[in-house]
């Protein structure tokens, strides 16, 4: 239960965030969201949950604001306006990445050496879970703006637009990122059972995140 509060704190502040950047400074306050989010997925997602016995990363409410982030651009500026989210987000996490990874390999002190094991232990070279996960975001937000745009043009509205896409954008998500970081590390059937339980609590997240898509797009 302590988890469920946890990963709904994470949504909820990703959320705020998301729409008070947005609200104050438009397009530019999603880039800088979408800088800021990134980073902090690099770190949050090292943090594995239990769920029913399996083992799942954190940064659910992070990678699904993300996502979002590039449905609002487009609801804004069109699919064609998303290269520089793309860029932001991929140099963002490449810089991240690159930091974390090296200075779990810097030489420790020999003062402190449990917090140092500690802190090699947490930030440890994993490049399959860091491909996979920035493989499965910038796909994602691609397939996604590509969707809701798509929807948006047929049914002309905001609400069914986001959650048709995240549904079906989540999906793919899951499979991809698991795939990628844990295929041959887990059993086939904790496999089956991540990609299940990552996708059912990110289309929720997802769905719940039409609210503040609906309310940039309304008061923006």
């Keep these: 239960m302590k988890n469920i509060v946890l990963i709904i704190a994470e949504m909820i502040v990703s959320y705020i965030i998301l729409l008070i950047l947005s609200k104050k400074y438009k397009t530019d306050g999603i880039y800088v969201y979408g800088i800021i989010s990134t980073f902090l997925v690099c770190i949050v997602c090292l943090k594995k949950i239990s769920i029913m016995e399996v083992s799942v990363p954190l940064g659910f409410g992070l990678t699904t604001s993300i996502i979002l982030g590039g449905n609002i651009i487009t609801q804004k500026r069109g699919p ?18 690159i930091f974390i990874n090296l200075s779990t390999l810097i030489k420790n ?21 860091y491909i996979g996960l920035i493989v499965s975001i910038i796909c994602s937000i691609w397939i996604s703006s590509k969707l809701y745009y798509l929807l948006k043009k047929i049914q002309n509205k905001i609400i069914l637009s986001n959650i048709f896409s995240i549904i079906i954008v989540e999906f793919f998500e899951s499979i991809v990122f698991i795939l990628i970081a844990y295929l041959f ?33 309304k008061y923006n």
């Design 80 to 97: 064609s306006e998303l290269k520089t989210y793309y860029i932001l987000i991929l140099t963002t996490f490449l810089i991240s990445c």
């Design 109 to 129: 002190s020999e003062y402190n050496l449990i917090a140092n094991k500690s802190y090699n232990n947490i930030f440890q070279v994993n490049l399959r879970y």
């Design 185 to 217: 590390e887990y059993q086939t059937y904790d496999i089956a059972l991540c990609i299940v339980f990552r996708y059912i609590i990110k289309t929720i997240i997802g769905i719940i995140g039409t609210i503040p898509v609906y309310l940039i797009s």
